[in-house]
């Protein structure tokens, strides 16, 4: 309050605004020497009720710093922001130094309101002299631009599609006032050029290494793009969301695990495998994601990850198939069935989106990627088979 009263003397006045607003306050090596308080006038509009910073501290630059954090901070929820002040010539000057135009005048308040005259230089100030300055021209397009990347690499990494990724980042820059963006995104790439006024231009590449997909993360991401387009939420706010949706763990192991083994015996019996035959690709499909989870923990290669796996469910299947108590008949229905986890279907349909929606150079990676998944789970299924045949001395059935 001591700090309050030094641009407001009549603490009355101060507790009018005080409690609807959100005060700030500055500090150096561990000492408060500027605060502030802004309040909400509503229709995208706000007021700087109070700058004040202590007498030793003054003319060193506090208070111009504090006014740009601010312009800064309320940019994604406010366009404008005004400030009123008396008809003192320097308040005045540094107020026009910080990037803010006349609006308007409400004459006699400080007469109206006030017990006391007010001075300041000597001047008695009478007439409240309002100022406004746009929002837009305080931000920063790097740190924009980088709000935007961030949150288009986390959305590529866990699964997104190129579509959503760029309109993701687009929708970003824009509500941030950055008047021309250019975005090219691939499967595992992204390139920004953003641009505000003619002198400010802003060029980041970021590569994205193509992983597993996270629908949990992808979804919180669309949410936070949805408040920051509804000015609900500014810039430091939605990184630390960012930071916060990027540590979103997975499902635990037990439910991915249990997860595997039901999509198997779904998939299992859809393509035409008993009841019986289900049974055991679920078995065998909890057994399998054991092993994946294993691969994931020592951040093995994809192609050891799904050769070993098409082996394993082969194995598995044949020793299920030489147990009369399980009652199976068919190799083929068992193994149908199990695989399902290793298959990126994902990844497979996110290519043809891509496509299309002619994205055709991250359509056709991301398909690649798709097939070549494919070919490792052959590779092991056609292996253990082929040892199992020549054990056997015929064709398995």
Same mark, same amino acid.
């Given at each position: 309050m001591e700090m309050l009263?030094?641009?407001?003397?009549?603490?009355?006045?101060?507790?009018?605004?005080l409690d609807q607003g959100e005060m700030y306050v500055l500090y150096d090596q561990g000492r408060a020497v500027t605060a502030a308080v802004v309040t909400d006038l509503g229709g995208g509009k706000c007021e700087l009720k109070n700058l004040s910073t202590i007498p030793e501290e003054q003319r060193k630059g506090y208070g111009r710093y504090m006014i740009h954090f601010l312009c800064e901070h309320y940019s994604g929820r406010y366009d404008l922001m005004y400030v009123g002040t008396g008809n003192s010539p320097d308040t005045l000057g540094f107020y026009h130094a910080c990037g803010f135009v006349n609006s308007h005048i409400v004459a006699n308040f400080f007469v109206d309101n006030y017990k006391e005259p007010i001075y300041e230089n000597g001047i008695r100030l009478t007439d409240m002299i309002y100022l406004k300055k746009k929002l837009d021209s305080e931000l920063d397009v790097k740190k924009v631009v980088d709000l935007a990347v961030e949150a288009g690499r986390i959305l590529l990494k866990n699964g997104a599609e190129i579509f959503r990724?760029?309109?993701?980042?687009?929708r970003i820059c824009k509500k941030f006032h950055v008047d021309y963006v250019d975005t090219f995104t691939l499967s595992h790439a992204i390139f920004i050029t953003a641009e505000k006024g003619m002198n400010e231009v802003y060029t980041k590449v970021k590569n994205v290494p193509l992983s %597993?997909?996270?629908?949990?993360?992808?979804?919180?991401?669309?949410?936070? !793009?949805?408040?920051? &387009?509804?000015?609900?939420? =500014? @810039?430091?706010?939605?990184?630390?969301?960012?930071?916060?949706?990027?540590?979103?763990?997975?499902?635990?192991?037990?439910?991915?695990?249990?997860?595997? %083994?039901?999509?198997?015996?779904?998939?299992?019996?859809?393509?035409?495998? !008993?009841?019986?035959? &289900?049974?055991?690709?679920? =078995? @065998?499909?909890c057994l399998l994601y054991l092993w994946v989870l294993f691969a994931?923990?020592?951040?093995?290669?994809?192609?050891?990850?799904?050769?070993?796996? %098409?082996?394993?469910?082969?194995?598995l299947a044949v020793l299920a198939l030489h147990i009369p108590a399980f009652g199976v008949a068919r190799l083929d229905?068992?193994?149908?069935?199990?695989?399902?986890?290793?298959?990126?279907?994902?990844?497979?349909?996110?290519?043809?989106?891509?496509i299309a929606n002619s994205d055709f150079l991250s359509g056709t990676v991301r398909m690649i990627d798709a097939l070549m998944v494919f070919v490792y789970i052959a590779v092991g299924v056609g292996t253990m088979l082929s040892i199992y045949n020549n054990m056997i001395g015929g064709i398995a059935v």
């Open positions: 009263l030094l641009a407001d003397p009549q603490e009355s006045m101060i507790d009018r605004y990724v760029e309109e993701t980042m687009d %597993g997909a996270h629908l949990g993360i992808v979804t919180e991401v669309n949410a936070l !793009s949805r408040e920051i &387009s509804a000015g609900k939420i =500014g @810039i430091d706010e939605a990184w630390e969301k960012l930071r916060q949706i990027e540590k979103i763990p997975p499902k635990k192991g037990y439910f991915q695990v249990l997860a595997a %083994g039901v999509g198997s015996a779904a998939f299992g019996y859809l393509l035409g495998a !008993s009841v019986n035959e &289900s049974l055991v690709a679920f =078995g @065998i499909g994931k923990k020592l951040h093995m290669s994809k192609i050891i990850v799904n050769i070993v796996g %098409g082996a394993l469910i082969t194995l229905g068992m193994i149908v069935g199990a695989i399902m986890p290793l298959v990126p279907g994902l990844a497979f349909t996110n290519a043809i989106r891509d």
